[in-house]
């Protein structure tokens, strides 16, 4: 989902860029690769990705380009809506994309073969600024400046009526989790959340008092996220809002663009400094923040899964972000995620002092295979000492190898991987308690005495 906003725009980033600061990044739960060209000279305003190899990109000359987010090549770009600002697109397959325009005119098409398609007047000579379409043969469109949905058919437009569910402010973004529920946020900090097939009367609540929301998007029918141009997100249960605490994620550049909640527990937005933010709309904290090297200000970003998000920026490239989950299921036989015999999971273990423990796990990811890629334990690639029962471990005591190996290694033959951890520098009498920390922020614990 991404929000572009009119004529006030350019203000917004001149604004924005007189107070940047640009503070150390931390740790990313989703590691960022590009940038990919999309277009020479176009910015791109508006990103769906419908599945993990195919995202769809429009720009403000009225072009789109589709591409596989992990094997791009050289995407041509297509025209779509000659001369028109796309403004927002929203695509419910990977065979069917809808984009709206700052003429009030849709245009709808096969991302895979676009050919010509004839844009569609359906809100005359106003800017509409967000599509949601839960259906291939329904979305919903708001218009800016008259605080207006529109309710079509793709396929068949004909002349929707407009109907007002926001007098006073301009509408920004718009999340539609089904097609009987979609939510709409606007340049006030207010959400209204109506049903499209029969909108009536809806009425706007404050959500984030004195700000202006850029983006919106729900992952459910009982949450939605907002982000605004102060730096925070806002998380509220469209059905009852009340009054939620908004929270600051981005304190670099406090301006949002556009965000993605592939679930109920993980949203991605982006910002004017180029810079990414994670978080769990839960509890979402300080986010993670991570700045896309050569990127310029972003403009839009899609998530096809917790995984795979990808980013576009004003200056028409592409960003992918990715990360791996272990699973946590049987791995080739074994329990997965967890350390093996001779340690046992339990901690009940008891070794002798200057013994050599072959310490050993298997992850496998979510089709069951063992993973053996290099660098799947962070840091130094050993286990660290995490605690020992008459205190904290202390840099003096540091995972001593029994070989010349020292970090883990990947066993071929038993698909797993070994440490020799040597006994002879700890204590006898003392339980002690490692961590391998696992590079997708997970990590496997295991306890053992020595006597």
Known sequence: MSAHRPEARPVALAVALALLVFPGAAQATLSWSGPIELYS?????????????????????????????????TPAPATIDAGNGVFALACPSSTQCTAVDAHGQEVTFNPSSPGT?????????????????????QCTAVD?????????????????????????????????????????????????????????????????????LYAVACPSSTQCTAVDDNGQEVTFNPGSPGSPAPVTIDSSSRFLFALACPTGTQCTAVDIAAD???????????????????????????????????AVDGSGH????????YSTASCLGSPGHTVLEPVKPDGSSVFKLGSTI?????????????????????????PVLYSKTNGTGGVDEPVYSTTPDTAFRWDVTSQQWIFNQSTENLTSGVVYTYRINLNDGSYIQYTFGVK
Do not use: M, W
């Open 41 to 73: 000279g176009f910015g791109s305003y508006s990103l769906a990705c419908p599945s993990g190899t195919q995202c769809t990109a429009a720009q403000d000359g009225g072009k789109q380009v589709t591409f596989n987010p992990s094997s791009p090549g």
């Open 117 to 137: 398609p004839t844009p569609a007047a359906i809100d005359s000579g106003n800017v509409l600024h967000g599509v949601a379409c839960p259906s291939s043969t």
């Open 144 to 212: 800016y400046y008259n605080g207006q949905e529109l309710t079509f058919n793709p396929i068949s437009p004909g002349t929707p009526a407009p109907t007002t569910i926001d007098s006073g402010s301009f509408l920004t973004s718009i999340a539609c989790p089904t097609g009987t529920q979609c939510t709409a946020v606007d340049s006030n900090g207010q959400e209204v959340t109506f049903n499209p097939g029969s909108p009536g009367t809806p009425a706007p609540g404050t959500v984030d008092a004195g700000n202006y």
């Open 276 to 310: 990414a933010v994670t978080f769990n709309p839960s509890s979402p904290g300080a986010g993670t923040l991570e700045p896309l090297v050569g990127a310029a200000t972003l403009t839009g970003v899609s998530c096809s899964s917790e995984t795979l998000c990808v």
């Open 318 to 325: 592409a960003f992918v972000g990715t990360s791996v989950l």
């Open 358 to 382: 072959p310490v050993k796990f298997r992850v496998c990811d979510s089709n069951g295979v063992p993973v053996g890629t290099a660098g799947i334990v962070s840091g130094s690639g050993a």
